[in-house]
């Protein structure tokens, strides 16, 4: 069964911490992606990855970081974590041409 | 994403009712995938559709892509309890400057009412 799996379903984490959120697909997807989800905003795109070490903004990349070293593993960054950054967290996988594999999401916390 | 409008927000429907959710863009789509959402967990492809005029079913559930591939229709048949959750629609679109993204709707939470 083909999966992208997201290191942590829950994460609080204090103001001004340096967060780490991981994802894992196993289907040798080229593209992945790092979504944030709020209420009544949908899925906003942070930044996506459509090659080993290759790295784009999204809609929303303030304040996030991307890590692209291997394949199937795409890091999103929270350099200095914001009350703001309370979020649903949901990254994504895909071929060049096909749609998303979405993982089971990170609810983060910021206190 | 005010490119892609996605209607009701929010629905709920008895038990045993059909239901709609619309998903519409004032662009042309390359491809519109429709996903459901467990409360509080990721989402889940339910169909593709690229071609204007295709029709897709699965178990309960019929989507469609409207012939200018400018609107597409997620219909739900005798609703169940385990229909309930949001349902987001995805949808390929040109870039004005050139390639393509994927944007989403802002999803419609759907309860069922048992």
């Known amino acids: 069964d083909v999966k992208v799996t997201q290191s942590s379903r829950y994460l609080v984490k204090r103001t001004g911490e340096k967060v780490f959120l991981e994802c894992v697909q196993d289907?040798?997807?080229?593209?992945m992606f790092w979504y944030r989800q709020d209420p009544g905003l949908g899925l906003r795109l942070i930044y996506f990855s459509y090659d080993v070490k290759m790295k784009e903004k999204g809609d929303i990349p303030e304040g996030y970081s991307v890590s692209r070293e291997k394949k199937e593993r795409f890091s999103l960054i929270l350099e200095s974590a914001s009350t703001s950054q309370t979020s649903m967290y949901l990254c994504?996988?895909?071929?060049?041409?096909?749609?998303?594999?979405f993982g089971s999401g990170t609810r983060l916390t910021v206190v | 994403s005010q490119e892609l409008e996605q209607s009701p927000q929010s629905l709920i429907v008895q038990e045993g009712k059909n239901l709609t959710i619309n998903c519409t863009s004032s662009k042309t789509l390359y491809g519109l995938y429709w996903y459901k959402q467990k409360y509080g967990e990721g989402l889940i492809f339910l169909m593709m559709?690229?071609?204007?005029?295709e029709e897709k079913s699965h178990e309960k559930i019929t989507a469609k892509l409207d012939e200018k591939k400018q609107q597409s229709s997620l219909h739900i048949t005798a609703s169940q309890p385990s229909h309930a959750g949001i349902y987001l629609c995805?949808?390929?679109?040109?870039?004005?400057?050139?390639?393509?993204?994927?944007?989403f709707g802002a999803g419609t939470r759907l309860f069922v009412k048992a």
């Open positions: 994504a996988s895909s071929r060049f041409s096909g749609g998303y594999t």
């Open positions: 559709l690229q071609k204007g005029g």
């Open positions: 995805g949808a390929v679109m040109p870039r004005d400057t050139g390639g393509f993204k994927t944007i």
């Open positions: 289907m040798d997807h080229e593209n």
